[in-house]
T-cell receptor, first 111, second 114 residues
Framework: GENVEQHPSTLSVQEGDSAVIKCTYSDSASNYFPWYKQELGKGPQLIIDIRSNVGEKKDQRIAVTLNKTAKHFSLHITETQPEDSAVYFCAASGGYQKVTFGIGTKLQVIP | DAGVIQSPRHEVTEMGQEVTLRCKPISGHDYLFWYRQTMMRGLELLIYFNNNVPIDDSGMPEDRFSAKMPNASFSTLKIQPSEPRDSAVYFC????????????FGDGTRLSIL
């Protein structure tokens, strides 16, 4: 089955700096890569996703990149704000409904 | 539109008791997923349904766990008998059919078994 590794497990950045979270996956058949943000006491919420026919996708301060050859994908948050503090999960799916999640990254943005 | 609704939000019970967690998926979504979240193991898929039929229950930890989906708008996850190691946050999620459809999560049930 699919295996998704995510790092770092914790990340602290100063407000205004950038944050990068990296993930790798094992199954070359995976073709859909969503990213979720989980705030305290809430369920994970989709923030951005990328499909395997695209190398990069951007939405305001958030961008994702995908390297299919290396089986790497990353989340980039620019100009971080305190409200970006949360746990972020990467995930991979083979196009079917079953999704495998990374272990999560706790991001702390220091004002 | 209403999101995925889970109840109860918190449950505290004693070891050996039966626990029932409930989920109402988003209307029109025909996939439903149950996850368990712990610090040590992260988000684990327990079971998922398509059109009310269980498709993959390989993540269900043992026979004490069971899940049902009697209709398109309701699902339950039951633990009987409960044990302290079952303490975790349990999430329900739903999605539409289709390639690369995202899952939408409820806010979870925080379960504590004493």
């Amino acid at each position: 089955g699919e295996n998704v590794e995510q790092h770092p497990s914790t990340l602290s950045v100063q407000e205004g700096d950038s944050a990068v979270i990296k993930c790798t996956y094992s199954d070359s058949a995976s073709n859909y890569f969503p990213w979720y943000k989980q705030e305290l006491g809430k369920g994970p919420q989709l923030i951005i996703d990328i499909r395997s026919n695209v190398g990069e996708k951007k939405d305001q301060r958030i961008a994702v990149t995908l390297n299919k050859t290396a089986k790497h994908f990353s989340l980039h948050i620019t100009e971080t704000q305190p409200e970006d503090s949360a746990v972020y999960f990467c995930a991979a799916s083979g196009g079917y409904q079953k999704v495998t999640f990374g272990i999560g990254t706790k991001l702390q943005v220091i004002p | 539109d209403a999101g995925v609704i889970q109840s109860p939000r918190h449950e505290v019970t004693e070891m050996g008791q039966e626990v029932t967690l409930r989920c109402k998926p988003i209307s029109g979504h025909d996939y439903l997923f149950w996850y368990r979240q712990t610090m040590m193991r992260g988000l684990e898929l327990l079971i998922y349904f398509n059109n009310n039929v269980p498709i993959d229950d390989s993540g269900m930890p043992e026979d004490r766990f069971s899940a049902k989906m009697p209709n398109a708008s309701f699902s339950t996850l039951k633990i009987q008998p409960s044990e302290p190691r079952d303490s975790a946050v349990y999430f329900c999620a739903s999605s539409r059919t289709g390639e690369s459809e995202p899952q939408h999560f409820g806010d979870g049930t925080r379960l504590s078994i004493l």
